[in-house]
């Protein structure tokens, strides 16, 4: 079920029961976040609690897209459910350090990671903000 807002894309699908977003676009001010939140709304409002946004094909990010999925995030989180970020690009983990949004909510590199973290039982790699930043200032190391 695609939702097109000239800025933002989103298409929806299921792995292992939970809801993945496939994002497209930018989500910024104005459309894109209110594509994002009506998306996200109508999902939760349908009895979603289990939900992974994708960000690969995130063209950017500004601050109010940033406050967007936080205020997504306590809602699932207030609901006992759960909303997680995969696939941010360099420039969007910038955002997320500078407004300390890794301390609150989970970021994954790897799809197979975000679902995992679904299920307790299931070893996860977490984000870690610390390889990033080495990353940034050495270019060649692998994370």
Not at 122 to 128: F, K, M, P, T
């Amino acid at each position: 079920m695609p939702f097109n807002h000239d800025k933002l894309e989103t298409h929806q699908r299921e792995r292992e029961g939970v809801v993945i977003l496939d994002l497209k676009g930018h989500l910024v001010l104005g459309r894109g976040d209110i594509a994002l939140r009506e998306a996200v709304e109508s999902l939760f409002n349908q009895g979603n609690r289990k939900l992974i946004l994708n960000f690969a094909e995130v063209a950017d990010i500004d601050t109010s897209g940033a406050a967007t999925i936080l205020a997504l995030a306590q809602l699932y989180h207030a609901a006992g459910g759960k909303l997680v970020l995969f696939q941010l690009a360099h420039p969007q983990e910038e955002l997320y350090e500078k407004a300390r949004l890794e301390a609150i909510l989970e970021i994954y590199e790897l799809e197979l990671d975000a679902v995992n973290s679904f299920f307790p039982d299931r070893r996860v790699s977490h984000y870690d903000i610390l390889d990033y930043i080495d990353h940034r200032n050495n270019p060649e190391k692998k994370i």
